[in-house]
């Protein structure tokens, strides 16, 4: 139990592109979710939290209209990185939860290279 | 934010107990005590989670002192697989919001 998928796993984009990450809960409902950057060799910098039918909470520092986070239902949530810059090249992880006082579940993560 | 400290790497051989140890001296009487596991290019798997005392499953254990300003995860006998990102959470029981991923400790395993 407690699976948590992403797609796709790998995406390679030319730099202004938008990419779209899925997330989403295989077994059972997620009433949060969260979405992780991390970069080589470094630790998961937590990017904003999600909660189903409201709006991301973003970490400080994290551009909201760069990194679009929908949560529509209680089994999926997206990331879409907008205009996508070199700099923005890394490993994407999303977790989620049965609710805020619960466990996460991560993702195997998305790893996006930007050209 | 409940800050973790961890040693930043340990070695080990096959077959022997690994203990890692956390250091969090700011954890509020709610916090919970998250340790996770990640290996390249995967998302972090959940070990363990306990609040106070000692858990047990069927990977790990969980010391916890009195004070729980402290936390030792123990991995009995472990092999070349176990090698692998290890990470100390402290806050609810979600691990995340209240709390921030540390450092983590990277654990090699030897034969």
């Known amino acids: 139990g407690a699976v948590v998928s992403q797609h796709p796993s790998r995406v390679i984009c030319k730099s202004g592109t938008s990419v779209k990450i899925e997330c989403r809960s295989l077994?059972?409902?997620?009433?949060?979710m969260f979405w992780y950057r991390q970069f080589p060799k470094q630790s998961l910098m937590l990017m904003a939290t999600?909660?189903?039918?409201?709006?991301?909470?973003?970490e400080q520092g994290v551009e909201k209209d760069k990194f679009l986070i929908n949560h529509a239902s209680l089994t999926l949530s997206t990331l879409t990185v907008t205009s996508a810059h070199p700099e923005d090249s890394s490993f994407y992880i999303c977790?989620?939860?049965?609710?805020?006082?619960?466990?996460?579940?991560f993702g195997p993560g998305t790893r996006l290279l930007v050209l | 934010l409940a800050k973790t400290t961890q040693p930043i790497s340990m070695d080990s051989y096959e077959g022997q107990e690994v203990n890692i140890t956390c250091s969090h001296n700011n954890i509020a009487t709610n916090d919970y005590i998250t340790w996770y596991q990640q290996f390249p290019s995967q998302g972090p798997r959940f070990i363990i989670q306990?609040?106070?005392t000692k858990v047990t499953n069927e990977v790990a254990s969980l010391f916890i002192p009195a004070d729980r300003k402290s936390s030792t995860l123990s991995l009995p006998r472990v092999s070349l697989s176990d090698t692998a990102v290890y990470y100390c959470l402290v806050g609810d029981h979600s691990g995340a919001g209240k709390s921030t991923f540390g450092d983590g400790t990277t654990l090699t395993v030897k034969p």
């Open positions: 999600s909660n189903e039918g409201s709006k991301a909470t973003y």
């Open positions: 977790s989620a939860s049965p609710g805020l006082q619960e466990t996460q579940y």
């Open positions: 306990g609040y106070k």
């Open positions: 077994d059972f409902q997620a009433t949060t």
